[in-house]
Every structure is written in structure tokens, then in C-alpha cells.
């Protein structure tokens, strides 16, 4: 009978097992967070108790974000604890957080999917917050608007990433062009382009993410508005984009890519790896984003000007990121603190101007700073006139590799050169009212 | 006595049991619920609307190029992988000197992520960043940088070497085990009897091997029918969607579409397709024996 000599050493086992499964049920059922701001007095001045605030951004505008968060934990009671997302998996992280309640007490979103997430009810309301600042009038215009549902406020603008042209002024050199005379118009642009592609070696004229839906979007929906063009209906819900100019600005594209005047491997690029030839100074002339401008080589000589649309003008898409504090966030007051004191004047000066990139506000374009970099000031001049396009359904029309958008545009550049684009354009406005 | 020797018999069973409730059991019924219903990511459960979520699989345009695309991709890894592990299990099966080595040589990818492999892989295919070209340009084997994933055919051909580079070892040490159970006097006496090499590996290595092979066989479709990683990190779906396989279209609907009912359907479709093709290569495996 070795059963019954060991029983107790069997009972033991047992009991453990027993115990390992509560633990393990216990584990599995969580804790359901539940409540959030709703409780808290406002306090339209922030708190800065002690209290650790937890912060998710992504990685695209990680540089921003963490050297705001350093300096806040510096001076500040409260701590934030920031966690950076891969871009690609941010939506992904913030939808599944805010569907289950457990997101962070501050988050920022892709400002072109805010609407998504303000609709939803994902952030608390700050409108008579915002509104209690001196300098609201100067917050980034386009970010604020599209941060705002039924004239409530949600979100105020936290890093800025504009699309700008950047150009080598070595290369502009070489290729006989005037280092100092960037392109106007987009025609114009294509000319350099094919100059410094003649070069030869391994020098090329240009360079886009041609798989990518949110590289074209961000780099080339500026020129159709620089042409006085809409990309969208004004509510979203419609696309324009087989409009003649915006036909027009694909064609121009296509130029360059039948005449091997944009770097090999556009054709692939799915976006993660398309800001990284322009910096090893093969490029000749690109949009890019802005807070590219801070992470240049120093001995690159390159300019930045306005993107402009096909026979002149110019126009930028304010991207980055907008922030908010979550609904369900337990530290509403701290965490306004935060957001706060970095709008302020000193921070947006001495944090975003100071590492050369644009600011949240309008109002501070004449600082020590900028006196000492042009390109910085180009850059923020833009914020004043470029555009946040808005639409609800933005993220799986435009920036999903499956989207419509997709499609219609590599037909435009790399399809048949007299296809109908209509068709490909009402599937877009499916999307978009869908 | 009986009584509290079942008691401990369950007791030992509970974690088992109660993690397989817990995490396979607990998520299938709510992915089944969620397939009957509208259920938006953000918004949650809006109440049962079968068979919508249903329904709309057919009027998907992406879901019929995704099935085909997906048996297509499985058909093409699992004939590669299954021949040249076979291949490479019987290289490595001897006892010669320096088996060892390549044994290891080979099973060395299978340590690695699938994600890490895909990004690995990516950044050797990138035009921009990847070594492949400025090798094969420099040995003059080609003129013009190759555009790995620009193409439809060569974005599914790169494609399959990641993989086959990844599990070909994998799968290798599950045929050598296969291999070395079969004992050797069995080829001792093919061979008395006169059999030749070709003879032996048809008449003797293959029918013992069968367990082996089939599991080898059960594991490579079921992965390659439910591919997601390297294809979400190599190509993103494209160039053109043509490389959106099924699991691809069930992130698509939760997580850029944020519509859970959609995504549960087709998760569901999935599960039973799985369900009805492992039955049946398990039925066949069975009589084999």
C-alpha cells in the first residue's frame, strides 16, 4: 500500500495544486478598474501632489514626449511614467485598452485618430480647462479643432509633426542648382529632382514611401491644398481625391518614378524605413516629417521649405500627436498639471525650441532659438496654415495597409496611366461613411 | 478511501482543468458570443445582431483573395519544408564526425522569435538598409538592386525563405527522432536480402516514419493556415494585398476596423475549417497505423 505511506506527502501536492488554481483564477478574473475623473473637483490650476500619473505615447514622436516628461519629473511632485508604443501597435494598445478601461491617466493619439477615440468617449472633457488658459487662442488651431466634438474640448496638442520639403544644399550644388532657391511649385520640385538624379552613382533625385498610406497622405494631400484643393468633404465623409489637382500631383509622381528619379526600393517601402536615405545625403529633395529636423547629421547641409502644389502655393499637414487625459483616469487634476505646464511658454521654448522643433503654440515664433535656425521657423510658420484633415473612419481608410486609399493611389503612380480613378476613389467614400 | 482518492485525483487536475477553462474554454464561448453580436471595440457589446457578422464574411472583398492566397502560401511552405527537413534529418542522422555541428547549425534559427526573424529578414530584403544587394551587385551576380518585396510573386517568394530558414530545423529534429527509432537491423536485413538504397528509403524509412511525418505534416499546415507574424512585418499585406492572409483579415477587422463581431465570425469560420482538417489528418494518420 505506497499510496497510503505517502498520503500526507499526496494530500500536500493536493493542496498546492488546489492553492496554484485559485491563484491562478484569481489572477485570470483581474481586477475590473472602474470610476475614473468624474469624482474629482476640476481644479482649472492643475495639482502637483505626488501623485505618479502613467503616460503612453508612441514611438514616432517618443523624443518629444520623453524629453517633456524628463524635465516635468525634474521640477514636479508628481511623476509620470512614460511607456512608449511601437507606431505600428498604438492603435491597437489604446483601442483594446480603452474597450476594457485600463488606459493610462494621460494618452496621446495620432491626431488624425482622434476622432475615433474622442466620439467614443475614451477622454475626459477639458474644455472649461483649456479654456482657462491665457494662450488658448494660440494653441496649434488644427489640432484643437479636430480635438473637438459638438464644441466640447478633448485634446490639446502635444507634439507637432508637420511635412515639409527638406533638401541637400551639397547636391542642389553639384547639380548646378541654387542652394538657396528651393523649389515653389511642384513642377519645379520635379525639375530638381531629375537635376540631382543625373548625378548618377549613388546619388538620386528624391525618395517616397510608395507602400505606405499614411507616407502619402502626410507628404502629398499638402500639395493639392497648396493648389486650393479639398481632399475630403468638410465633415469627412466623402473623398475628393480623384479632383483633377490632386490627379495632377499624382502625375507629377509618377514622372519621377518612370524617369528613375526617386530612389530604389519606393515601390515596397511600407513606411517604416523611408526618412532613413534623405540623412545619409544621397537625396536630393523630400518631404519629410518636421521633427525630422532635430535628428540630422550636423555636417549635412540641407534646407527645409514649404511643400507647394503644382503651380505654387503652399501647405503642410500638422500631424503628431494631440493628448487628453483618459476618461477613466483617477488623477484628472495632476494630470492637467502636466499638460498644463507643458504649453506653457518657458517649456514649449525651452524644451521644443531649443531641440529645433515645432511648437504647440503660434504665439512664441520669436524666440533666442529660432533666431539661430531658419529652418525651425519656416517650419512653425506653417502650423498657422496647415491643415488636420478629419474624418471618423481617418485610420482604416487611409493609414491601413488594406484601406482603400491604398489602392487608388499606386494605380495613380504605378498602374495604367489613363485608369479611371473613380471607382477607386467611391471605395474610399464607402469607407469614409461607413 | 475511494472517495477521497477521487477527491485527490481532482485536486491534482484542477490547475490543468482550470487553466484550460480559464484560457481556451472562457474565450471560446466569448468569441462566440461576440460573433453574434455588434460589438465595437471601443464601445463594447451592443446586443445580438446574427448573422450579420456572418453575412458580411461573404460580402468581404478582401476574404476570398485571403482564403486562396493563404492555401496557396500553405501548399508551397509545407511541400518545401516537409521535403528539405526530411532532407536534412537524413543528412544529420549518421554518426560521423561533425553531425553534431550542423544538427546544430540547422536547428539554430528554430531559437529565434518569429517576429525577430521577420524583422531580421526585413531589414535584410530593405533596399535601403539590407546587405543582399550591395553583396550580390558586388560578386557581379546581379546589375540592378533586387526589389525582394516589391513584387506580388517575389514578396511571397521571400516570404517563404524567412520561413523555411526559421522551422526547416524544427521540423529536421522531429524526423531524426523519427529516424533513429527505426532500428537498424531492419535495413541490415533489406540489405542481406539485396535492397538497394532507393529500395530501403521507400520500402522501410518512409512507412516507419509515418508517425513522424504526419505530426511533422499536422504542425506545418495548421502554422502556415494561420500565418500572421511575418507577413504582417515583411509586407504589411501588400504590395497590391496580395499577400493578406486569413489572420491578417481577423486583426484587420478588430484593430483597424475596431469591429470585434466581424472578427469573431471569421476567427470562428477559422476555428472550424482547422477543426474539420486536423480531424481528418488525424483519421488518416490512425489508419495508416
Request: a negative charge.
Amino acid at each position: 500500500m505506497r499510496f497510503d505511506k505517502r498520503r500526507p506527502a499526496r494530500r500536500a501536492a493536493a493542496a498546492v495544486a488546489a492553492g496554484t488554481a485559485a491563484v491562478l483564477l484569481a489572477a485570470a478574473c483581474g481586477d475590473g478598474r472602474s470610476g475614473g475623473g468624474g469624482d474629482q473637483e476640476v481644479v482649472l490650476e492643475g495639482v502637483d501632489d505626488g501623485t505618479t500619473l502613467t503616460m503612453w505615447t508612441r514611438a514616432a514622436t517618443q523624443a518629444q514626449s520623453q524629453a517633456l516628461v524628463d524635465a516635468y519629473n525634474e521640477s514636479h511632485e508628481n511623476q509620470v511614467e512614460l511607456s512608449v508604443i511601437p507606431t505600428d501597435d498604438y492603435q491597437t494598445r489604446v483601442g483594446t485598452a480603452a474597450g476594457n478601461q485600463e488606459l493610462p491617466d494621460l494618452f496621446a493619439i495620432d491626431v488624425v485618430l482622434a476622432p475615433k477615440f474622442t466620439t467614443a468617449g475614451a477622454y475626459l472633457d477639458i474644455t472649461d480647462r483649456i479654456d482657462s488658459l491665457e494662450f488658448a487662442d494660440a494653441l496649434a488651431p488644427s489640432h484643437i479643432e479636430v480635438g473637438t466634438v459638438d464644441d466640447r474640448k478633448y485634446l490639446v496638442p502635444h507634439t507637432l509633426d508637420l511635412s515639409v520639403l527638406f533638401y541637400n544644399k551639397d547636391l542642389y550644388e553639384q547639380a548646378g542648382l541654387d542652394p538657396e532657391k528651393p523649389p515653389t511649385t511642384l513642377v519645379e520640385f520635379a525639375e530638381h529632382a531629375r537635376a540631382i538624379a543625373e548625378l548618377g552613382d549613388d546619388i538620386h533625385g528624391t525618395f517616397f514611401g510608395g507602400n505606405c498610406g499614411g507616407c502619402y497622405l502626410f507628404t502629398w494631400w499638402p500639395s493639392i491644398w497648396a493648389e486650393g484643393a479639398e481632399v475630403m468633404n468638410s465633415d469627412g465623409t466623402e473623398s475628393l481625391l480623384d479632383s483633377p489637382e490632386a490627379q495632377e500631383v499624382y502625375s507629377i509622381w509618377r514622372g519621377l518614378v518612370e524617369d528613375g528619379a526617386v530612389a530604389p526600393g519606393h515601390a515596397e517601402e511600407p513606411g517604416a524605413t523611408w526618412t532613413g536615405l534623405f540623412p545619409e545625403g544621397n537625396i536630393g529633395v523630400m518631404p519629410m516629417p518636421s521633427t525630422m529636423l532635430g535628428l540630422m547629421p550636423e555636417d549635412l547641409n540641407m534646407g527645409v521649405a514649404p511643400i507647394p502644389g503644382p503651380s505654387g502655393g503652399e501647405s503642410t499637414f500638422v500631424g503628431g500627436d494631440s493628448i487628453g487625459i483618459s476618461a477613466n483616469s483617477e488623477h484628472p487634476n495632476q494630470a492637467w498639471d502636466f499638460l498644463r505646464w507643458s504649453l506653457q511658454e518657458d517649456t514649449q521654448i525651452d524644451i521644443l525650441a531649443a531641440g529645433g522643433d515645432v511648437m504647440a503654440r503660434t504665439d512664441l515664433a520669436d524666440n533666442e532659438y529660432y533666431a539661430d535656425n531658419p529652418n525651425a521657423v519656416i517650419m512653425n510658420d506653417l502650423v498657422a496654415i496647415g491643415r488636420t484633415p478629419y474624418s471618423l473612419n481617418f485610420g482604416q481608410t487611409f493609414n491601413d495597409p488594406q484601406g482603400p486609399w491604398l489602392p487608388l493611389v499606386r494605380e495613380a503612380v504605378y498602374g495604367d496611366p489613363n485608369a479611371d480613378l473613380s471607382a477607386l476613389n467611391d471605395a474610399i467614400t464607402a469607407s469614409l461613411s461607413s | 478511501m475511494r472517495y477521497s482518492r477521487k477527491l485527490t485525483g481532482a485536486a491534482y487536475a484542477a490547475p490543468v482543468a482550470l487553466f484550460v477553462l480559464v484560457f481556451f474554454v472562457a474565450p471560446l464561448l466569448l468569441v462566440g458570443r461576440m460573433s453574434a453580436s455588434d460589438w465595437p471595440l471601443l464601445a463594447g457589446d451592443l446586443g445580438v445582431n446574427l448573422p450579420d457578422n456572418y453575412t458580411a464574411i461573404g460580402d468581404n472583398r478582401l476574404f476570398w483573395p485571403a482564403v486562396g492566397f493563404t492555401l496557396k502560401y500553405t501548399g508551397i511552405v509545407v511541400v518545401i519544408l516537409v521535403g528539405l527537413s526530411l532532407g536534412l534529418a537524413m543528412l544529420v542522422s549518421g554518426t560521423r564526425k561533425g553531425t553534431g555541428f550542423f544538427r546544430t547549425a540547422y536547428f539554430l534559427p528554430t531559437t529565434l522569435g518569429l517576429a525577430s526573424a521577420s524583422l531580421l529578414f526585413f531589414g535584410f530584403y530593405s533596399p535601403s538598409i539590407g546587405p543582399l544587394d550591395p553583396i550580390l551587385q558586388g560578386l557581379g551576380i546581379t546589375d540592378e538592386p533586387i526589389s525582394w518585396l516589391g513584387t506580388p510573386n517575389m514578396a511571397l517568394f521571400s516570404t517563404v525563405v524567412l520561413i523555411v530558414w526559421k522551422f526547416a530545423g524544427f521540423f529536421m529534429i522531429i524526423l531524426l527522432v523519427g529516424l533513429q527509432a527505426i532500428p537498424p537491423d531492419v535495413y541490415e536485413a533489406a540489405r542481406l536480402d539485396g535492397a538497394g538504397r532507393w529500395q530501403a528509403f521507400v520500402h522501410i524509412t518512409l512507412p516507419l516514419l509515418r508517425p513522424a511525418l504526419g505530426l511533422v505534416l499536422i504542425l506545418s499546415i495548421t502554422g502556415s493556415l494561420l500565418a500572421f507574424d511575418q507577413f504582417f512585418i515583411l509586407t504589411k499585406g501588400g504590395p497590391d494585398n496580395s499577400t493578406v492572409t486569413v489572420v491578417q483579415l481577423i486583426y484587420r477587422e478588430a484593430f483597424q476596423r475596431f469591429d470585434l463581431g466581424a472578427a469573431a465570425a471569421i476567427s470562428v469560420v477559422v476555428l472550424l475549417a482547422l477543426l474539420v482538417l486536423n480531424i481528418a489528418q488525424f483519421r488518416s494518420l490512425r489508419r495508416d497505423q
